[in-house]
């Protein structure tokens, strides 16, 4: 496996694997990495369907991606996906997954021509004072010690970083900066959480710094994840003949380890309650999805508050029971043991009649029924307790959404903090008092938000006990390598493998995982595509600089290196020159 960029090899095939057809792939879980590795399998590998077996402890597909109408309950998204142009596996992926909406093109092609058409951006990213605008004017607000933070963090080295939290490098004045609530609110940072995920972040992500305060960097599906991605992937795979199997729970896989080779060679698990077995040889190609953020996501409803679900089961029991068996397999306990530090608590709130809508129009400043973007990605609360966020994706949201109805997503990143109407925290409530506590913040009379709570909307919270279980500090080691020293027909794949450069927490990581997997054990002589390299570009450098720095030049800032760098003599010598085109270009100087 090795690593390649530009479209010399973005467009080619590669040959057909040695011997692929002696060879099968058994796949533990059935969310998107799993179901990205059995497309690089028939794709790219050229695996017969047929050969390839999928093992998923639910009744559906699509793991954290999902998107459900609960005949009981309606519909229900437990959390949205954010995508950008520099996706690099995830887009070559789905090039090739035919849409299920439109015939003769792909779900990359729908998706491009959607966001072209419908470019993604908010016109109200913070809003405070029930509804109004918080006058954050787009700007980050960071002093002259908080950007020297960031800086001293975009530069560390790794291994300085390991065990560490956020709190350890960042002092209040960044904590306290309009970028810190911009940063927290989308990609759901808390203090606690790893400095080594914050900096991959900040490296990975440094050309969209100016489209953090209005999202613009962003795209979105047309509908739900399950239905837009994850949907036309089962479909292509049930036509390759991919077999699938569901409520079946891997406990184990059980390896050979001898004279350095680490061979998989069973696979337990239960089915309808019976212990079952799957003998393996050389042949048989083991792809794991090890841990998951969504394991033991419990749903409440109007009356209810979702339960609490600490135990640690399914994929993380499976993945504790694999990595007693040698230490390159991770250690699974770093991310599923603090549940009070990586859970939170999202809602799915759907409107019922023409009395909410109003007030998410004056909010978003868009038709909220018109089909196109309406928030333009999380608006955040800044003075919510809970630091509530909600997001109205185009709508209809659900294909089988009425058209007279909205379903907007709410999530609260301090969720064990009592609310500012509701007097409990997020965790404890129902459904209604979470939908209290929205409208609330929409400016609604108080006198008028009970009834509108219980009348006019039904909402579905759900607790998610491990959703940044894979923000929690470590180590190197501590997330095995996707495909661990020594293994010959076994990989581990998604948020919790381990693969340098990319960052968690989104799909792009779950399909690389999977393509370097697919790529390694079957020995593919096709290049995967290198991480974006916009860390290394010094014009995404100059650009971000100047736009975390809300536009001052660097000249105008009394940093300890400009008296020697920018100095009369330094000015002259540049004038006239590439470098100084390039900083008068970039706007600092």
Known sequence: MYYSNGNYEAFARPLKPVDVDKKSAYLVGAGLGSLAAACFLVRDGQMKGDNIHILEELSIAGGACDGINDSQKGFIIRGGREMENHFECLWDLFRSIPSIETEDVSVLDEFYWLNKKDPNYSLQRVTMNKGEDAHTDGKFGLSEKASMELVKLFMSRDEDLYDKKISDVFSEE??????????????????????????????????????????????????????????????????????????????????????????????????????????????????????????????????????????????????????????????????????????????????????????????????????????????????????????????????????????????????????????????????????????????????????????????????????????????????????????????FIGQFADTPRDTVFTTEYSVRTAMEAVYTLLDIDRGIPEVFDSCYDVRRLLDSTVKMMDGKKITELNLPFMEKFMNEKTMKMVSGTVIGDLLKRYKMI
């Open 174 to 491: 960044l904590i306290n900066s309009n970028f810190w609530l911009y940063w927290r609110t989308m990609f759901a940072f808390r203090d606690w959480h790893s400095a080594l995920e914050m900096k991959l972040y900040v490296q990975r992500f440094i050309h969209h710094i100016g489209g953090l305060p209005d999202l613009s960097a962003l795209k979105f599906t047309k509908y739900n994840q399950y239905e837009s991605l994850i949907l036309p992937m089962v479909k292509y795979l049930e036509a390759h003949g991919v077999k699938f199997q569901y409520d079946t729970v891997v406990t184990n896989v059980i390896f050979d380890i001898k004279n350095g080779e680490k061979l998989a060679k069973e696979i337990v698990y239960k089915h309808k309650d019976k212990e079952e077995t799957i003998e393996l040889t050389k042949n048989d190609l083991v792809f794991v999805t090890n841990g998951s953020c969504t394991e033991n996501s419990t749903l409440g409803d109007q009356n209810h508050a979702p339960k609490f679900d600490k135990s640690i089961g399914g994929c993380w029991q499976l993945w504790r029971n694999i990595a007693k068996q040698d230490p390159a397999f991770g250690h699974p306990d770093k991310f599923c043991t603090s549940t009070e530090e990586t859970f939170w608590e999202s809602s799915t709130i759907t409107t019922l009649d023409d009395r909410i809508p109003p007030y998410i129009e004056k909010i978003c400043k868009r038709d909220p029924f018109s089909g196109k973007v309406v928030s333009g990605g999380i608006i955040t609360v800044k003075d919510s307790n809970w630091l509530m966020s909600y997001t109205v994706n185009r709508q209809p949201h659900f294909k089988s959404q009425p058209k007279d109805q909205l379903v907007v997503w709410v999530y609260g990143l301090f969720s064990e903090i009592p609310g500012n109407y509701i007097k409990k925290p997020m965790r404890e409530c129902t459904g209604v008092e979470i939908t209290q506590e929205w409208l609330y913040h929409m400016g609604v009379p108080e006198s008028e938000i009970h009834d509108m709570a219980t009348k006019s909307a039904i909402s579905i919270p759900c607790m998610m006990p491990y959703v940044t279980a894979f923000f929690m500090p470590r180590a190197k080691g501590d997330r095995p390598k996707v495909v661990p020293e020594g293994c010959v027909n076994f990989a």
